[in-house]
């Protein structure tokens, strides 16, 4: 499977913009920039997209564990919080915090610790980043 994105950006770092889409159409010309990833303009950044893809990849594994232990949530939330670094003479992505909720009758704490930590681990978006950020995950069993 491959799915694709492309990017349009014109002028310098400071002062450009470009604009992202998605194969799926999700995404269709959203304006991205120095202001709205290093300060608080308009538009998305990559850093955004990389925690909306985390928390999405995340919840999508943790709700497969579930299935194979034959529970079912009634919701699960999760938030992504990415943290950009300055490390050396550039910039990195050095951490990504989960945050979960869910709801899921029937299942028991030690359950639902182990299937969300299987997920944190196991979901590919974390596979990417094992060897380069820090990834924590609150997780929370709502009744």
Same mark, same amino acid.
Request: net charge negative; aromatic share 6%; hydrophobic share 40%.
């Given at each position: 499977?491959?799915?694709?994105?492309?990017?349009?950006?014109?002028?310098?770092?400071?002062?450009?913009?470009?604009?992202?889409?998605?194969?799926?159409?999700?995404?269709?010309?959203?304006?991205?920039?120095?202001?709205?990833?290093?300060?608080?303009?308009?538009?998305?950044?990559?850093?955004?997209?990389?925690? /909306?893809?985390?928390?999405?990849?995340?919840?999508?594994?943790?709700?497969?564990?579930?299935?194979?232990?034959?529970?079912?949530?009634?919701?699960?939330?999760?938030?992504?919080?990415?943290?950009?670094?300055?490390?050396?003479?550039?910039? /990195?992505?050095?951490?990504?915090?989960?945050?979960?909720?869910?709801?899921?009758?029937?299942?028991?704490?030690?359950?639902?610790?182990?299937?969300?930590?299987? /997920?944190?681990?196991?979901?590919?978006?974390?596979?990417?980043?094992?060897?380069?950020?820090?990834?924590?995950?609150?997780?929370?069993?709502?009744?």
């Amino acid at each position: 499977m491959e799915k694709t994105a492309a990017v349009g950006w014109t002028g310098g770092i400071k002062d450009g913009k470009g604009s992202i889409t998605t194969q799926s159409g999700a995404l269709d010309d959203v304006p991205y920039g120095f202001s709205s990833r290093f300060e608080t303009g308009p538009g998305t950044n990559p850093e955004e997209l990389i925690g /909306a893809a985390h928390a999405g990849c995340f919840t999508m594994a943790f709700s497969l564990m579930l299935t194979q232990a034959g529970l079912t949530a009634e919701h699960i939330d999760t938030k992504a919080k990415v943290t950009l670094e300055k490390v050396g003479d550039g910039f /990195a992505i050095t951490k990504c915090h989960l945050e979960m909720e869910a709801k899921i009758p029937s299942a028991d704490t030690a359950t639902f610790e182990k299937l969300s930590g299987m /997920a944190r681990h196991g979901c590919p978006v974390s596979k990417l980043f094992a060897n380069n950020a820090e990834i924590t995950l609150d997780a929370k069993l709502v009744s």
